[in-house]
């Protein structure tokens, strides 16, 4: 049993890839600040992203995934998500740092004059800022533990500042930190080996920046042996001990699971010198796992999106449909469906055999009628129906369209002369002229009318949810719409806009401006979803209980 005695200060545990980019460094990372949470630390990740865009907000969905809001209107990476969705603790714009970030400070900085006429480098001005910005969460005396990913595999010309800042941080007297570099181990088929060269390739372009990893975490499609753990560590200067597989896995949340079997958790205490505390027992994260693999029912969802190719344009609201779903006991399968492959004419073809419909968030016209297309079905076969962001605005649309007798209502975002309206740019919009971090972002109060479905859902009349967003309900028509069907049951209590939409006269028919996927976690699903897949799954039992 480690005992040491705990010195004072926040600990730095840097994760680094390498061989190739997508090896899962978030979630090892997530993994391991979960079993070190359960342990009794306070513990928080923070992602350094190598390009050079300020942040993620002006970035197509196909290029980078989802871009995940935080509370206080930070646009941010999705590993973000992962980390809150594991941890249940909320992050924040100093938990993720890009490239443009960086040197947008630094000029700005040098065109005030602040570095008094010197020339301005990457090393020390660059990398000085990167150290600045690592230790910020730290310096908030909240955290006893900062694991701090970096973007990238080692040996990008575009990591090379923040692999630099980390090999002078190591230097640094009162800096205590450790290097966890995750790589993967390649399995050739054809003289049936796991290879260990890729990984020796990444330590050494590691070691030519001056930074020796402390730990590795092999990624791996087979169990490795102890004969190439220590073919690894003989090779990369590491203790056998200190070299972690990290095994495909059947879902991401079996991953702290594995990670505390090849105790991770013990071996990083151990390099940090802390004592290893309580012994993680996760039964909450047992049980969502149990409840995940051992399902009562089974439903099917439909997603519709514009970025459908790309699964990760919409990775938190998928894993929101799987935190509701084990909340209910019931396997969600999710039917992924372009928006631009509905139409009117094609619409119960594509849609009958589902049990609900999401429609997804989005910008731009592409796609938009297809959106439209499926909240009708939705509406008119009384379908479940749960409208996110654009999601919501399409179904304000086709209310305007087919229920007031609109034929061309729209929003001014892809109609921009339409003579209705429903959907308009909000004033303080109108005179934005750039893109990035302009938008509606970050957290808001609503407040929900008692009777309708996010009332029993929330059971709270007061809460607070996240935004990233231009265009509003246009409140001129609300009257219009409350008198045929269409409530607005959450209001903003600050300035009147609508948030939240519900028809009544339906199973479950809601509508949200705002992005309820973000706020989802493994052990408080949110209960939009929770009842919206409750909903769902009991209109499917009393089809299939009504005599035919």
Not at 281 to 302: D, M, R, T, Y
Not at 438 to 464: F, V
Request: charged share 25%; hydrophobic share 35%; with cysteine.
């Amino acid at each position: 049993m480690n005992v040491k005695k705990m010195p004072a200060g926040t600990k730095y545990i840097f994760v680094t890839g390498g061989v190739t980019s997508s090896l899962g460094k978030g979630i090892i990372g997530a993994s391991l600040a979960k079993l070190l949470q359960a342990r009794g630390y306070s513990v928080t990740i923070q992602k350094l992203d190598p390009y050079i865009n300020v942040d993620p907000g002006t970035l197509n969905p196909y290029e980078h995934g989802e871009c995940f809001v935080t509370d206080d209107g930070a646009e941010t990476d999705l590993d973000l998500g992962h980390y809150e969705r594991f941890l249940n603790v909320p992050t924040s714009q100093a938990n993720n740092v890009t490239t443009g970030r960086i040197y947008q400070y630094v000029i700005n900085k040098e065109r005030e004059g602040a570095y008094l006429g010197k020339t301005v480098q990457v090393i020390p001005h660059i990398t000085d800022e990167i150290k600045r910005r690592i230790k910020l969460l730290g310096n908030t005396g909240k955290y006893d533990i900062v694991i701090t990913e970096i973007g990238g595999t080692v040996g990008d010309i575009e990591s090379l500042p923040y692999i630099e800042a980390v090999r002078q941080l190591k230097w640094e007297p009162d800096f205590d930190c450790i290097v966890l570099h995750l790589t993967l181990v390649p399995f050739l088929a054809t003289s049936g080996e796991l290879k260990t060269k890729p990984t020796q390739h990444s330590v050494k372009s590691l070691l030519e920046s001056g930074v020796q990893p402390d730990i590795l975490a092999l990624r791996t499609e087979h169990k490795l042996t102890e004969g190439v753990k220590e073919k690894v560590a003989l090779f990369c200067n590491i203790a056998p001990k200190a070299v972690i597989q990290a095994i495909d896995a059947e879902t991401i949340y079996d991953v702290p699971l594995l990670m505390q079997e090849e105790e991770l958790d013990k071996v990083v205490l151990d390099k940090l010198s802390l004592p290893y505390k309580d012994e993680p027992s996760l039964v909450a994260w047992k049980e969502f796992l149990s409840k995940l693999k051992n399902p009562k029912h089974k439903i099917s969802i439909g997603l519709i999106g514009k970025y459908i190719e790309l699964k990760d344009s919409y990775k938190s609201i998928a894993e929101a449909i799987i935190h509701a779903g084990v909340s209910n006991e019931i396997e969600v399968d999710i039917k992924w469906i372009h928006s631009e492959s509905i139409k009117d004419s094609n619409a119960k073809q594509k849609l009958s055999a589902l049990d609900g419909i999401l429609v997804a968030p989005g910008f731009g016209e592409r796609g938009i009628e297809g959106k439209i297309a499926a909240v009708k079905y939705a509406r008119e076969q009384k379908v479940p129906f749960f409208g996110i962001c654009l999601g919501m605005q399409s179904a304000v649309i086709e209310f305007g369209r087919n229920v007031l007798g609109l034929p061309d209502a729209h929003s001014t975002e892809m109609e921009e002369n339409t003579s209705n309206p429903v959907i308009y740019l909000m004033e303080d919009q109108k005179n934005v002229s750039t893109k990035g971090g302009t938008m509606r972002l970050g957290a808001y109060p609503c407040q929900i009318k008692k009777d309708s479905n996010s009332y029993e859902a929330y059971q709270s009349e007061h809460i607070s949810e996240r935004h990233r967003h231009r265009y509003e309900f246009n409140n001129k028509y609300r009257a219009e719409y409350e008198k045929n069907g269409m409530r607005a049951t959450g209001i903003n209590p600050e300035n009147d806009l609508v948030e939240i939409v519900e028809i009544k006269d339906h199973p479950w028919f809601v509508g949200v401006q705002f992005h309820p996927e973000y706020k989802s976690t493994v052990t408080e699903p949110h209960a939009l979803f929770v009842n919206f897949i409750k909903a769902s799954a009991h209109v499917k039992a009393s089809l299939n209980s009504t005599p035919h």
